[in-house]
């Protein structure tokens, strides 16, 4: 069962910030996020592991509540360079090793 | 150092007919996946290798879907025949295993099917 993200899309002016969220029904081992420009292959952003929190981009970070299965993409200052669809992927306890489940993706526009 | 690479990158043919793609993963990757990708949606998992062994293709079709990953390196995922809804994008990813505690996920650029 995949993870549910939300919201669904989020429009931007830059300089603002943004929060995604990635909901599970299942415990998981790991939660990571990804961003995909039209076309082109979905980019490791960060992983979370055990409720730590990872920080992978200097303006972009994250955070994983094990006990309520969820976690948050934090996005300050945006920049252009931020649109694109942003997806997470969560990795159950009890599933087999590095079977990442996606969710639907959240599409963030930034505009000038 | 070169990331991973899929081979074609866009794909047209006819249903009925078979078609393959072709992925490297990068160099030491031991774990190797096959994703497809419909438009508007998340990737969702059709196989996984460690190394030559394909420890997950519970989600495969393999009526008509078949993949090989021969030596642990490359690897290739076959179609035959394909179906009008298997237009996709299927994508390729690799990662380092557990036990250097690296399983970020690596993506190629995806081959894109159009079968009509």
């Known amino acids: 069962q995949q993870p549910v993200q939300s919201p669904q899309a989020v429009i931007l002016r830059e300089g603002e910030d943004a929060v995604i969220n990635c909901s599970s029904s299942?415990?998981?081992?790991?939660v990571h996020w990804y961003r995909q420009k039209h076309g082109e292959a979905p980019v490791f952003l960060m992983i979370?592991?055990?409720?730590?929190e990872q920080k992978g981009h200097e303006k972009i970070s994250a955070s994983f509540n094990e006990k309520k299965q969820q976690s948050s993409l934090y996005l300050t200052a945006s920049q252009l360079s931020y649109s694109g669809t942003y997806f997470c992927?969560?990795?159950?306890?009890?599933?087999?090793?590095?079977?990442?489940?996606f969710g639907q993706g959240t599409i963030l526009t930034v505009h000038p | 150092e070169a990331g991973v690479v899929q081979s074609p990158r866009y794909k047209i043919i006819e249903k009925k007919q078979p078609v393959a793609f072709w992925c490297n993963p990068i160099?030491?990757?031991?774990?190797l996946y096959w994703y497809l990708q419909n438009l508007g949606q998340g990737p969702e998992l059709l196989i996984r290798?460690?190394?030559?062994?394909?420890?997950?293709d519970s989600q495969l079709p393999k009526d008509r879907f078949s993949a090989e990953r021969l030596k642990g390196v490359d690897s290739t995922l076959k179609i035959q025949p394909a179906e009008l809804g298997d237009s996709a994008v299927y994508l390729c990813?690799?990662?380092?295993?557990?036990?250097?505690?690296?399983?970020?996920?690596?993506f190629g650029q995806g081959t894109r099917l159009t079968v009509v």
């Open positions: 992927g969560t990795e159950a306890r009890g599933t087999s090793y590095g079977k990442l489940t």
């Open positions: 160099s030491g990757h031991n774990t």
């Open positions: 979370l592991l055990k409720g730590g």
């Open positions: 299942k415990a998981l081992y790991s």
């Open positions: 290798y460690e190394n030559e062994e394909a420890v997950d």
């Open positions: 990813a690799s990662s380092l295993d557990r036990e250097t505690g690296r399983t970020e996920a690596f």
